[in-house]
């Protein structure tokens, strides 16, 4: 069945540093891909929506400038966070709708495995 | 904005025992769905429910939902140490492309 992968799965980085990480549909192709973020004993909130060929979008509160995000084939996105600290250590998770046309069961969108972020 | 709600938000019973894990949402939806992650982890898929449907199962897992109340339970029978998770109902909208996730039970199935 279609699956989507994330990488690096868990990443430790300096305060100040980049971090990108990827987000790749591997059997289907993706026009939209979605951002979510998981702290710790928390549910996942949505962060942005990737649109392949535009501009993400992003939810209130969510800094466009800091979590860069780029969705430049139909089966790959990055959210790149930039200048991290601490605060940005968490869970990311992507996700991507299943395609139009495909059959009916089961769950309507397909999750990534997330990307632990750790900022020192 | 978070529509779904759970509780209890943890739960903690012994293997064999039944848990019962309930979720309310605010607007309409045409399904809903239930997520486990084990900690640390991805989310898995567990049942989807329609909204024409009222109860749903899967192996040891139920389903209800009731739209005139907005809210649906998770029931998992004869619960097993290996059910300990994080529980999560969603709800789909922007034309079921998104979902809004609940804030989850964390279930604790003790030996």
């Known amino acids: 069945g279609a699956v989507v992968s994330q990488h690096p799965s868990w990443v430790i980085c300096k305060s100040g540093t980049s971090v990108k990480i990827e987000c790749r549909s591997l059997?289907?192709?993706?026009?939209?891909m979605f951002w979510y973020r998981q702290f710790p004993k928390q549910s996942l909130m949505l962060m942005a929506t990737s649109n392949e060929g535009s501009k993400a979008t992003y939810e209130q509160g969510v800094e466009k400038d800091k979590f860069l995000i780029n969705h430049a084939s139909l089966t790959l996105s990055t959210l790149t966070v930039t200048s991290a600290h601490p605060e940005d250590s968490s869970f990311y998770i992507c996700?991507?709708?299943?395609?139009?046309?495909?059959?009916?069961?089961?769950?309507?969108?397909?999750f990534g495995p997330g990307t632990r972020l750790l900022v020192l | 904005s978070q529509q779904g709600e759970e509780d209890p938000q943890a739960l903690s019973i012994q293997e064999g025992e039944n848990a019962t894990m309930n979720c309310s949402y605010k607007t309409s939806i045409n399904n809903l769905q239930w997520y486990r992650q084990n900690s640390g982890r991805g989310l898995v898929h567990l049942i989807l429910?329609?909204?024409?449907?009222r109860e749903k199962h899967s192996g040891r897992l139920r389903v209800t939902l009731d739209t005139s109340k907005k809210s649906s339970s998770l029931l998992i029978t004869a619960s097993r140490a290996a059910d300990t998770a994080s529980y999560f109902c969603a709800t789909p909208y922007n034309y079921g492309q998104n979902f809004v996730f609940g804030p989850g039970t964390r279930l604790s199935v003790l030996p």
């Open positions: 059997d289907f192709q993706a026009t939209t």
């Open positions: 429910i329609r909204s024409n449907e």
């Open positions: 996700s991507a709708p299943k395609p139009w046309g495909a059959a009916w069961v089961g769950e309507t969108q397909y």
